[in-house]
């Protein structure tokens, strides 16, 4: 799994590129806790490149969402596979999570 960064506007998009499983979602979480995340009105999740979500994975998403929801930073995801996107479906985060398919609808937000 590799991260990436790109701050735009009160914004930070990170790219997932790979596999989010047990080991890499500790990588993803490190990401989230950082204080200064806070400091965005949106964090914009790039799924185009993410493979796989791991029950782990999609834990560590949920164990933010209330954060970022309390510091009222919205939390979207775009470009999501069908396959991940299924994952989310079938879970039911896809009604608590805000997910769309272009990055222009997620930057709209």
């Known amino acids: 799994m590799k991260i990436t960064q790109q701050t735009s506007e009160n914004t930070l998009t990170l790219t997932l590129d790979g596999e989010l499983d ?18 965005n009105k949106k964090v914009l999740i ?3 490149r993410l493979n796989y979500i791991s029950s782990a994975g999609l834990g560590v998403f ?16 775009f ?4 396959k991940v996107h299924n994952v989310f479906e079938i879970l039911g985060l896809d009604s608590l999570m805000t997910i769309v398919p272009s990055e222009a609808e997620a930057v709209a937000l």
């Open 46 to 48: 790039d799924c185009q």
């Open 79 to 82: 470009n999501m596979q069908e």
């Open 62 to 77: 949920i164990s933010h969402l209330q954060r970022f929801q309390d510091a009222g930073v919205k939390l979207a995801f």
């Open 22 to 39: 047990a080991s890499s979602s500790v990588l993803l979480d490190t990401e989230l806790s950082q204080p200064d995340i806070l400091n």
